[in-house]
């Protein structure tokens, strides 16, 4: 079964924290590089954050410095830690393959960031 499950987000004050989980399964997560992706109102889906299945990462400029993406392998999980949140990070958060699955996107978690 294809499956990602998105939580963790919630409403947060600007410069707070957030910690997003994506559950996968195995059949996705297995060996293979995964992303978080957000899409905020009126925008497209943009990928944020890459880990490998080795571990390495790469994140976009807007939130370098800010966000940190890990994964645990025994639990095909994803996680993105989430500090010095803007306004401007506001949007609904999807973990999904970096070439996405595309019958395989979840409900997402939403992450709101206002005072």
């Known amino acids: 079964q294809v499956q990602l499950v998105e939580s963790g987000g919630e409403l947060v004050q600007p410069g707070g924290s957030l910690r997003l989980s994506c559950a996968a399964s195995s059949s996705i997560f297995s060996g293979k590089a995964m992303g978080w992706y957000r899409q905020a109102p009126g925008k497209e889906r943009e990928l944020v954050a890459v880990i490998t299945s080795g571990g390495s990462t790469n994140y976009a400029d807007s939130v370098k410095g800010r966000f940190t993406i890990s994964r645990d392998n025994a639990k095909n999980t994803v996680y993105l830690q989430m500090n010095s949140l803007r306004p401007e990070d506001t949007a609904v958060y999807y973990c999904?393959?970096?070439?996405?699955?595309?019958?395989?996107w979840g409900q997402g978690t939403q992450d709101t960031v206002s005072s």
């Open positions: 999904n393959t970096v070439v996405p699955i595309k019958n395989a």
